[in-house]
C-alpha cells in the first residue's frame, strides 16, 4: 500500500464518484478503479457498495476514511516539518559561550532575533572555557561558540570577530584609584599594582596577552590572586583582593562594589569577540545563524563607532 492509493480511495469516498475523482487526480478512470480493487484485495475488505453508475462508502470504508485521513495527514505535515528543518527553519541550535561572551551586549540580542525570524527554532545554550567549547564544536555537540579568544582545535573549525570592546579596569569601591572619579587612568600607572589575573588552565588566553603587552610597556605588577574564569576574577576584586583588567562588557557586574575606569595610554588593543563554527558545516539552521550574526554584528559594529570599539 502506497500514499497514493490512500489518496485514491479518500477523493472517491469524498466525491462519491469515479468519474469525478479521476478529474479531481487527474488520471484516467478505469487505472484508478482498478487501484481501488487491488486496494480492498490487499486490505481484504470492502469499502465500496457498488451499483450501476454509482460507488459510496459503505460502513467499513467510513472506518477507514477517517484512517486513511490522519494517514495523509500524518505524512503531509512530516514532509512539510522535514523541508522546513532543510531550510532551516525548524531543529533545536545548539549554543556555546565563555562566561565573559555571554555577558556581552550583542549575545543576547542575536539570540532574541532569531528566536524571533525563526519561532521554530529551539535554541539550547551551554557555557564553558574556550578550549572546551572548540572540543564541543569538533564533536559535534554544540553548532557555534561565543568567545573572546579566537577558537582553534583540531578539523575544520572557523571564526569570524564579531565587536570589539576596550578594556577597563576593575577596582574595589576602596581602592584610591576608585576615588578619583571615572575619567580614564594611564595604564602606567598600574606599576606596582596587585592584579587578579584569569588565566586558561590550557593555551593562551585574553590575560596572557595582557600581561605580555604590560611587560612590553615596562610596566610591572604583582599577581595576587588566579582564577580561571574572569567572572571569579572581578568576584575577588570585589572582595577587596587587588585590581583586574577586564572588557566593558564586564562592567555590569557588582555596581555597587566594584568601579570600572577605562585606560589610556594606548597599551591594549580592543577585545575581540569571535563566533566559531564548523567551516564546512552542512545544515541550513546554523548557516543561517551565522550569517544573522554576522550581518546584525556588523550594522551594530558601524552604527556605534566610538574608541572604545
Known sequence: MELRHLRYFVAVAEEGSITRAAERLNIQQPPLGQQLRLLEAELGVQLFDRAPKRITLNATGMVFLKEAREVLARAQKAIEHVQRFDQGETGTLRVGFTSSASLHSLTPHVLGRFRQTYPGVGIAVEESETYELALALQSGRIDVSFSHVATKG???????????????????????????????LDIHRLAGERLVVYRRPEGYGIFEGILRQLHDSGIGTEIIDEVTRMIAAINLVAAGRGVSIVPVSMTILHPGRVVYRPLSGDVLPPLPLYIAYRGEERLQLVRRFVEMTCLIASDEWTASESPSI
Open 154 to 184: 583540531p578539523g575544520d573549525l572557523a571564526s569570524r570577530v564579531l565587536a570589539k570592546e576596550g578594556m577597563v579596569l576593575a577596582m574595589p569601591v576602596q581602592h584610591p584609584f576608585a576615588q578619583e572619579g571615572d575619567g580614564p
